[in-house]
């Protein structure tokens, strides 16, 4: 009886996380326009005040450019988060968002990619 008790036990902690899901989708858009980068995430949740995305990420030519802690989920599975950036066609644009039961994705995006016209002088 011991031993049952002791698969169970284990049987139940190794599968304490299955109920978790990392993000499903993350897709990067920018609005040239309202400089504004879209960061559309995918990440079905039941509960969104318990398991949702807790921390995005966002870098800028390799750097850190902003960090964003989140403690809830705005909707049960896709929802935009937008960010105030001034992106140039040659920056590079990378978002890493954190599932808060485990997981992560990654997703890219270049000046190039975004369609960003050329400055004029009015720009500056």
Known sequence: MKRVRIFI???LLSTSG??????AKLILSY???ERVLNIDI???SI????HFIRRIVIYKNGE???Q?????????YQYVYPVPLDLLPNDKISVKVYCREGGAKTAALDGEAA????MTEKDY
Not at 18 to 23: E, G, I, S, V, W
Not at 47 to 50: C, L, N, V
Not at 68 to 74: A, E, G, I
């Open 9 to 11: 036990f284990i049987f």
């Open 18 to 23: 299955a109920m978790a899901t990392p993000p």
């Open 31 to 33: 609005d040239a326009k």
């Open 42 to 44: 995918t990440h079905p």
């Open 47 to 50: 509960d969104m005040s318990e």
């Open 64 to 66: 850190q450019f902003e």
């Open 68 to 76: 964003v802690f989140l403690n809830k989920q705005p909707h049960p």
């Open 115 to 118: 369609a960003i016209p050329p």
